[in-house]
């Protein structure tokens, strides 16, 4: 599975990095960065959760 962030929408509110810190982590501008282009396997559910927090929906889970 791959995460594709939009970053023009997202917030900076860091939610996705405060449930997900292994997948999410944000930039100096506060912007979202996925650590992982493609996420390991072991990785799904957090990053899942990650996405789902997002208050703007600018994480998108991709198969
Ligand atoms: S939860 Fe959404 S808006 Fe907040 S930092 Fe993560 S991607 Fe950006």
């Known amino acids: 599975m791959r995460i594709v962030a ?3 929408r997202c917030e900076g509110h860091g939610l996705c990095a405060d449930v997900a810190p292994e997948v ?3 930039d100096d501008e506060a912007v979202v ?3 992982h282009e493609t ?3 072991g990785l799904r559910r957090p990053a899942e959760n990650g996405a ?3 208050p703007v929906a600018a994480l998108r889970v991709e198969p």
Do not use: I, S
């Open 24 to 26: 999410y982590d944000l």
């Open 6 to 8: 939009d970053h023009g």
């Open 33 to 35: 960065v996925v650590r």
């Open 39 to 41: 996420v390991p396997e």
């Open 52 to 54: 789902r927090v997002c």
